[in-house]
């Protein structure tokens, strides 16, 4: 079946920091990717999405890129500040039957941006 | 504000008691969820409703048991839970039941956090 694998948390990054979180999948056809976010008490948030291939998705400067060579979605963020901590979640929607798409996520990422 | 609203957002019960956890969604969407979140486990996707009918039960223990009155209200029922039934439950709509689609995605409310004990 289809999963998502996302690095190992938690990330303790400084303010100004440049920001990675590796998010890597497996699924059969063409999946749309997605990331997702939670802040403390609070539930998830669409952060960026990309349909195909090549896509960026990109919001409240972070970007991901779509690869489907290496099928990954890594998110990144140039320059991360403290409002950024929260926990970050990885996400794959693939078609199943009769129009009904089934979405997977990765277990989370947790960050910590300190001052 | 979300647009999708959780109460309790906190909740203590015993293994005995029955309570329930009510979500409603002002957003006009058609289709909602429960999902569970653990500790150190991906989000588990437990019921679906599409115009207030199930469309979706990923092997859900008995003692879960929802209710979705109308397309904006979905409550979910509690009884006799177990300990390892300590999560945040999750509640998200969708404009259309395919919740994963990149143009209807999810909307979550802020979750109701229970314990049980």
């Known amino acids: 079946g289809d999963s998502v694998t996302q690095m190992e948390g938690p990330v303790t990054l400084s303010e100004e920091a440049f920001l990675t979180i590796n998010c890597t999948y497996t699924?059969?056809?063409?999946?749309?990717l997605f990331w997702y976010v939670q802040y403390p008490g609070e539930g998830l948030q669409l952060l960026l999405k990309a349909t195909k291939a090549d896509d960026k998705g990109s919001n409240k400067g972070f970007e991901a890129t779509y690869r489907k060579e290496t099928t990954s979605f890594h998110l990144e963020k140039g320059s991360v500040q403290v409002s950024d901590s929260a926990v970050y979640f990885c996400a794959l929607s693939a078609p199943g039957g009769a129009g009904s798409y089934q979405l997977t996520f990765g277990k989370g990422t947790k960050l910590s941006v300190i001052p | 504000e979300t647009g999708v609203t959780q109460t309790p957002r906190h909740l203590v019960m015993g293994m005995t008691n029955k309570k329930s956890l009510k979500c409603e969604q002002h957003?006009?969407?058609?289709?909602m969820y429960w999902y569970k979140q653990s500790a150190k486990k991906p989000l588990e996707l437990m019921f679906v409703y599409n115009f207030k009918e199930q469309t979706e039960n990923n092997s859900v223990p008995s003692r879960f048991s929802p209710e979705c009155p109308n397309s904006s209200h979905l409550f979910l029922h509690l009884h006799t839970l177990q300990p390892e039934d300590s999560a945040l439950y999750l509640c998200?709509?969708?404009?259309?039941?395919?919740?994963?689609?990149?143009?209807?995605?999810?909307?979550f409310g802020n979750g109701t956090r229970l314990t049980v004990t």
């Open positions: 998200a709509s969708s404009l259309r039941a395919a919740g994963g689609a990149p143009n209807s995605p999810l909307h």
């Open positions: 699924a059969t056809g063409y999946p749309s």
């Open positions: 957003l006009g969407h058609n289709a």
